[in-house]
Nanobody, 119 residues
């Protein structure tokens, strides 16, 4: 069983930065891939970035060069560093964990953290 808790969201001006954290409980977190998703009002949840158990990273096109995903397995935590934020990045951000990076239906979800970018 894995529990995920996101933190680090907030209100920031366009061009600013935030770092989100996804803290996990569970002994085998190191074996899981972790993805960061976001959902804006009236829109579907979408995958933003993902990191495999081995540290391989992948990003959706609209955040490449601005967001960086990383993991610290000693602390059971995955981070999402978000730079050059835009108003369209405003959304609830969720982390999810899955043993096989099956992002259509991850094994576990966090509760989400709100990110609001003002223009």
């Amino acid at each position: 069983q894995v529990q995920l808790i996101e933190s680090g969201g907030g209100l920031v001006q366009a061009g600013g930065s935030l770092r989100l954290s996804c803290a996990a409980s569970g002994r085998f977190f190191i074996e899981y891939a972790v993805g960061w998703f976001r959902q804006a009002p009236g829109k579907q949840r979408e995958l933003v970035a993902a990191i495999s158990s081995g540290g391989y990273t992948d990003y959706t096109d609209f955040v490449k060069g601005r967001f960086t995903i990383s993991r610290d397995d000693a602390k059971n935590t995955v981070f999402l560093q978000m730079n050059s934020l835009k108003p369209e990045d405003t959304a609830v951000y969720y982390c999810a964990a899955d043993r096989f990076a099956g992002w259509s239906k991850p094994d576990y979800w966090g509760q989400g953290t709100q990110v609001t970018v003002s223009s």
